[in-house]
């Protein structure tokens, strides 16, 4: 399901769906047409059972933001609170007695909000061009909440773009001194175990795209140790398509971290397969093909 918490927006769908809603809204698309588009775009996300509730959810908050919240979506949120269709699959994937009342509350907070129309819709933003933070190749480090450093590598850095994304790797780096530029070369890209309906767990490579408005903001302290040289081409519209927060670089490490033996899985991704092309690249995908055999992707 890719939650990392019990909000309306703490799953990687509403992170998806919400950029693409409002993509399309920016651009001028009226909102049944987006939302017809997207239904017909993510036909998959429906049809799931573990995705179709964040699905309906994400675009009735994208509705409801633009006072355009259709009658039919209201009722499928009302019928997905009331019925605690959701409740019951946080249940099914093992959700902790604590987590269960926080999303209870927090749905049954959202149905009462939406239940209500919007005083004012949400205003069309012009779109400006910006730069990524950070430039392709450049080696980051942070620290975690037990203070050791953590490393994260720039796979890409758009420029006069919309958003001014930034594709950013998290790799296995974790050491209480400054890691260097070495440490990077040698550095392998982190996987984190995401649970499946059916209770298995398969991994999932931590890559994302961060958006360059939302840096000022964040709660985390970034820095440059290096860079890299990395051959690859990356585009948001194709390649790795989730977007995130930079706050949940440390976020999703103080996690994976916290419970390694939950959470640790046997894949070894070098970090610099993704960064060559050439000969590099033949030995990447018949490594990946090795991980989706073994792990039945």
């Known amino acids: ?167 950013v790797a998290v790799t296995n780096i974790k050491k209480s001194d400054k890691p260097t530029e070495q440490d990077f070369k040698n550095a392998k890209i982190l996987f984190g175990l995401q649970q499946q309906i059916n209770k298995e767990f398969k991994p999932k490579e931590k890559i994302s795209w961060y958006y360059a408005q939302h840096y000022k903001k964040a709660e985390i302290e970034i820095e440059k140790v290096g860079q890299l040289e990395v051959d690859k081409s990356y585009s948001s519209s194709r390649h790795y398509q ?5 706050d949940n670089l440390k976020l999703f490490q103080d996690n994976y971290y916290s419970d390694l033996a939950k959470n640790e899985c046997d894949v070894n991704v070098p970090l610099k397969s993704l960064r060559k092309n050439t000969s590099n690249d033949i030995g990447y995908v018949s490594l990946w093909q090795r991980v989706k055999t073994k792990f039945n992707l």
């Open 1 to 167: 399901m890719g939650s990392w918490g019990t909000g309306i927006s703490s799953n990687d769908i509403y992170e998806d769906i919400n950029y693409k809603f409002f993509e399309l809204y920016n651009e001028g698309m009226e909102v049944s047409a987006i939302t017809e588009r997207l239904i017909k775009e993510n036909k998959e996300l429906i049809d799931s059972h573990e995705d179709q509730n964040n699905f309906w959810i994400t675009i009735a908050k994208s509705q409801w933001e633009c006072k355009a919240l259709d009658p039919k979506i209201y009722n499928q949120i009302e019928d997905i609170v009331k019925s605690e269709k959701d409740i019951e699959l946080w249940k099914e994937l093992d959700a902790s007695k604590s987590d269960l009342t926080k999303r209870r509350k927090v749905l049954e907070n959202f149905l009462e909000k939406i239940s209500t129309e919007k005083k004012t819709a949400r205003k069309r933003k012009v779109k400006k061009k910006r730069d990524a933070i950070f430039q392709k190749g450049d080696c980051l480090i942070f620290k975690l909440s037990d203070g050791d450093f953590c490393g994260a590598f720039v796979l890409e850095s758009e420029k006069e773009s919309e958003f001014g994304l930034n594709l």
């Open 242 to 246: 989730s977007f995130s927060n930079w």
